[in-house]
């Protein structure tokens, strides 16, 4: 009776589990259906996050080289030939005069041409600003193709036609030009950028620029003229960030040029963006490029050897910023502009220190080349690179425009200042000239030390609420 009895209850026992099993096992196919669909809607995810990405960096790169890759392939053009052009002016003036161009003259409408672009650029700076607003970033910088062509006519035909001026010319058109697409470009990858990548993204302008700067100095060599991408899987948030300030932006209205002066939750927003586009100018880089020639037949280096040792300088200056846009989102905006000026100003003592001692060993000029390098690496690693993202995330979006046009205007006009007085400062100090940019180097250093926040990874409301203390006022969020 144990038996059958032990048997009757296994067969319950089979009777009952046999429904269990069939219910594992449909709550099984259903886990495999629900794990299939994760898994498509992961892949789904990861292809529309790798179309993102490609589409993100594409657009910042064709932008940038239809503005910054010409602002600075003109940059350095002239300057880099300058031996050419003043060929060019001898000739014209001969032509015209019947006698050999003065030195006196010669050197003011050198300074002139090269100065002019940055006229140029300061009034292109408010054209541009007005130009955002109305066609707006990316049809701003279709329109202003228009203006470069001009100026690549009027420089163009300047030889044929026997006339320096239209050379001078053209280096305004290609400077407004260059002043209508640094406001517009600016903008446009900023509000492309999610905040999580904003640095990389907006150091595609930099390295463009010094793209452009290093074939500047290819074409003027006498042969030929006589980042880090993204591997997050999802995006969906920072493409919802970016759509919802698209949103915001349709119902505010931005904020004129006087307004933005006299509103005091701003001010040292536009204390800040002046100081870094003047100290971009002032820290003495571009009198490097710009008298690169004079500086280095001082130096005693070959004549012929000149042009290729200028072509180091850009080429340095492009790895270096390359190196920065893989970095910037590790080490920060602040601490790289920081570094950048501080280096600058020890090494503007270095290179002066081997200026003087130039006749007391024969490998001095080497010394004050290798100086005249590092100068280079510590400016396109810190102010040459970080210095237009950080005055683009400095403002919410109704001061961004005005915002620019003043950094511009700022940025332009220290850039004719220098280009105008540097030959003169050069005859005056000689081989102490590159003490003032040390002044101005470690006078941009302690500022910045003092008043920049980090902008990295921050919102734009973030970054104004680091900014009420020193404004004394509290934040008004008009995002």
Same mark, same amino acid.
């Given at each position: ?262 509103? !005091? ?187 920049? !926040? ?26």
């Amino acid at each position: 009776m144990e038996e059958n009895n032990n048997v009757v209850d296994m067969n319950q026992m089979e009777t009952h589990t046999e429904p269990n099993s069939i219910n594992q096992m449909e709550v099984k196919i259903q886990t495999d259906q629900s794990t299939i669909q994760i898994s498509d809607h992961s892949r789904e995810a990861a292809e529309k996050k790798q179309n993102h990405t490609v589409t993100l960096w594409a657009a910042a790169l064709i932008s940038t080289m239809g503005s910054a890759f010409l602002s600075g392939y003109y940059l350095t053009v002239v300057a880099s030939s300058s031996k050419y052009v003043h060929e060019f002016y001898n000739t014209t003036w001969i032509e015209r005069y019947g006698e050999h161009i003065g030195a006196d003259t010669t050197t003011i409408i050198w300074s002139i041409t090269v100065s002019i672009y940055s006229i140029g650029g300061g009034i292109g700076s408010i054209i541009g600003s007005v130009l955002v607003e109305h066609l707006g970033r990316r049809d701003t910088l279709l329109v202003n193709n228009c203006i470069t062509l001009a100026a690549v006519l009027f420089m163009g035909v300047s030889e044929r036609a026997g006339s320096f001026e239209m050379l001078t010319i053209g280096r305004f058109i290609s400077g407004l030009s260059a002043g209508t697409s640094n406001i517009a470009i600016m903008m446009y990858l900023i509000e492309i950028s999610p905040k999580h990548i904003r640095g990389s993204v907006c150091s595609t302008r930099p390295i463009i620029l010094d793209l452009g700067i290093v074939l500047g100095q290819v074409l003027g060599l006498p042969e030929i003229l006589g980042q880090m991408f993204r591997r997050e899987e999802d995006v969906s948030e920072e493409l919802e960030e970016i759509k919802a300030e698209e949103q915001r932006q349709r119902d505010i209205k931005t904020v004129s040029v006087n307004k933005i002066l006299r509103n !005091p939750h701003v001010r040292w927003q536009m204390i800040v963006a002046c100081v870094l586009g003047m100290g971009t100018n002032f820290c003495g880089i571009n009198a490097l490029y710009f008298y690169s020639n004079r500086l280095f037949t001082a130096l005693d280096f070959d004549v012929e050897l000149i042009p290729y040792v200028t072509l180091s300088l850009g080429a340095i200056e492009l790895i270096s910023t390359m190196i920065v846009g893989t970095v910037i989102e590790l080490t920060g905006r602040r601490i790289l502009l920081i570094v950048g000026y501080g280096g600058m100003a020890v090494l503007y003592i270095l290179l002066t220190v081997t200026l003087v001692l130039q006749d007391k060993a024969s490998w001095m000029p080497y010394l004050s080349f290798a100086s005249v390098l590092a100068v280079i690496v510590f400016e396109a690693s810190g102010p040459g690179a970080v210095s237009s993202t950080v005055v683009s995330e400095l403002f919410e979006y109704s001061f961004r425009s005005s915002a620019i046009m003043i950094y511009g205007i700022a940025f332009w006009m220290s850039n004719f200042i220098l280009g105008m007085t540097f030959p003169y400062l050069q005859n005056a100090l000689q081989d102490y000239v590159f003490l003032v940019f040390m002044v101005i180097c470690a006078a941009c250093a302690i500022f910045l030390l003092f008043v920049l !926040p980090e902008t990295k990874a921050k919102t734009f409301i973030e970054i104004s609420q680091s900014f009420s203390k020193l404004n004394k006022t509290p934040v008004i969020l008009t995002e």
